[in-house]
T-cell receptor
Framework: AQSVSQHNHHVILSEAASLELGCNYS??????LFWYVQYPGQHLQLLLK??????LVKGIKGFEAEFIKSKFSFNLRKPSVQWSDTAEYFC???????????FGTGTRLKVLA | GAVVSQHPSRVICKSGTSVKIECRSL??????MFWYRQFPKQSLMLMAT?????????EQGVEKDKFLINHASLTLSTLTVTSAHPEDSSFYIC???????????FGPGTRLTVL
């Protein structure tokens, strides 16, 4: 069965620190990969997605993610976080053609001003 | 991006009553809609997948008689929580997928509180 793991459940950083959130999945076929952000009290917003092509994907708000197929990973990065990045981040995976998502457990990021 | 709305955004009801939540795709036709449940500080758990004009497909462990899903048109799906109990209190989120879009678009969610 497909599964998605986000190993960092809670992350606390100071402003300007670099961020990397891990996401690993288990699935043998072709996948589509997503990172979503959920700000407090708000709905899910898409940060970035990967379907094919360049494994380094750039998203909104300065985020990027790298798909490493051999490691079944799709880690999210940002070189310098801001207080406004405080939110919960979800990795999601779907097998190509189904669009049914499996979500990771989420990572709660707190950025200290 | 495509817009998905949900109504109501919050609902408080008494135990034993039924609650209907609407999910609409505002600017595209959604062939498939998904319903999720999110408990506090937890991830989204897929409850069911609904395709326009056909019966919903429920995930394992989700009671189809308790969570009635209707997808009568390409822009509207409804989730009815029947005979709600306090343990049904949660955040319910829908998403929509349309043929020209290759991702799901999420609604803002509905917070259900059952007293």
């Amino acid at each position: 069965a497909q599964s998605v793991s986000q190993h960092n459940h809670h992350v606390i950083l100071s402003e300007a620190a670099s961020l990397e959130l891990g996401c690993n999945y288990s699935y043998g076929g072709t996948v589509n990969l997503f990172w979503y952000v959920q700000y407090p009290g708000q709905h899910l917003q898409l940060l970035l997605k990967y379907f094919s092509g360049d494994p380094l994907v750039k998203g909104i708000k300065g985020f990027e993610a790298e798909f490493i197929k051999s490691k079944f990973s799709f880690n999210l990065r940002k070189p310098s976080v801001q207080w406004s990045d405080t939110a919960e981040y979800f990795c999601a995976v779907s097998s190509s053609g189904t669009y049914k998502y499996i979500f990771g457990t989420g990572t709660r990021l707190k950025v200290l001003a | 991006g495509a817009v998905v709305s949900q109504h109501p955004s919050r609902v408080i009801c008494k135990s034993g009553t039924s609650v209907k939540i609407e999910c609409r795709s505002l600017d595209f036709q959604a062939t498939t809609m998904f319903w999720y449940r999110q408990f506090p500080k937890q991830s989204l758990m897929l409850m069911a997948t609904s395709n326009e004009g056909s019966k919903a497909t429920y995930e394992q462990g989700v009671e189809k008689d308790k969570f009635l899903i209707n997808h009568a048109s390409l822009t509207l799906s409804t989730l009815t929580v029947t005979s709600a109990h306090p343990e049904d209190s949660s955040f319910y989120i829908c998403s929509a997928y349309g043929g020209n879009q290759n991702e799901q678009f999420f609604g803002p969610g509905t917070r259900l509180t059952v007293l």
